[in-house]
């Protein structure tokens, strides 16, 4: 992936080396997990060879009862672009896909507002609640954040062998662009109307079914931003779909599943299959547009 030339974002936030002890957190809001948090709990699950369900079982838990920590004192992060080479990389795809989605959004004689994306390590707590790296990233909509502990990074390449060497910046990219789908939901009401689908479903695998188009959605726009990316700056090299592909397969909820447990249940899906989330990702990729992106109305996922 080429990203030397990328704008560098001023909106990174690094509370890295705040360190500390304290609970296993999550976080949480709006009666359920947090989006991106139980595929991450899968993805935890199996790397310490923890059946998935449990973790998301607790974690639904930890939801409903609305579960306090004994939370850590926070160091006031630095603002700004970092300047070690992972912080570096993070500034730099965060700001290629500010400028991408102001792009688009103009486009449509819209104004796209970035989040922020804050750095940590251990643990954080932010608008969405109190979180370990465990969580894994995620995006926050009530204070329209994106938190990451880049040590989710090596767990793709060394957990799921989806990436090597140089490929491997790709299928990051992807991830975060990823997040970056779910604000720029966010932005567009999706999540909103998602959310008041969910609780008027009647029934959690009804729910379930809303999540996954959600997550699937958020994959197709990280697409769309790779296609616009690409078209100016010419940033993706040989291998790099084909290792965000992997990544992509390597997290989806029938693989997950199969590895945990043995068996596959498709109506508890919350981020789609393998398959799904590839295709939807290669939807992005190849149409370039917000519009080829409406999961909701898709029949067929």
């Known amino acids: 992936m080429r990203w030397d030339d990328f704008r560098r974002s001023d909106n990174v936030e690094d509370a890295r080396g705040g360190g500390g002890g304290g609970g296993f957190g999550l976080p949480v809001g709006g009666g359920g997990l947090s989006i991106g948090t139980v595929v991450v709990l899968g993805l935890v699950g199996w790397a310490l060879g923890i059946d998935p369900s449990i973790l998301i079982g607790g974690a639904e838990m930890v939801s409903g009862?609305?579960?306090q920590y004994e939370q850590p004192a926070q160091r006031a992060p630095r603002t700004g672009a970092p300047q070690d080479q992972m912080g570096d990389f993070v500034a730099a795809v965060l700001g290629n896909t500010e400028d991408t989605w102001t792009a688009v959004f103009k486009n449509s004689n819209q104004q796209y507002r970035p989040p922020r994306l804050r750095l940590f390590d251990g643990q954080v707590q932010g608008g969405c609640g109190f979180a370990t790296a465990a969580s894994g990233p995620f995006y926050?909509?009530?204070?329209?954040?994106?938190?990451?502990?880049t040590s989710f990074f090596r767990e793709i390449s060394v957990r799921f062998k989806g990436c090597t060497g140089k490929a491997c910046e790709f299928a990051q990219a992807y991830v975060l662009a990823h997040e970056v789908g779910h604000h720029v939901q966010n932005q567009l009401g999706v999540l909103t109307k998602a959310r008041e689908a969910q609780q008027a479903s009647g029934n959690k695998t009804?729910?379930?079914?809303?999540?996954?188009?959600?997550?699937?959605?958020?994959?197709c726009f990280a697409g769309v931003w790779a296609f616009h990316s690409n078209q100016r700056w010419k940033s993706i090299e040989p291998g790099d779909v084909e290792a965000a592909l992997q990544t992509a397969a390597a997290i989806g909820d029938d693989r997950l599943q199969k590895m945990a447990r043995g068996t596959v249940v498709p109506?508890?899906?919350?981020?789609?299959?393998?398959?799904q989330r590839q295709r939807w990702f290669t939807i992005g990729l190849k149409e370039g547009k917000v519009s080829a992106c409406n999961t909701f109305a898709a029949s067929q996922l």
């Open 65 to 67: 009862n609305r579960t």
């Open 140 to 149: 926050c909509p009530s204070d329209r954040r994106i938190y990451l502990d």
């Open 206 to 219: 009804a729910a379930n079914r809303i999540q996954v188009r959600v997550e699937l959605q958020a994959d």
């Open 267 to 275: 109506d508890s899906f919350t981020h789609g299959s393998s398959a």
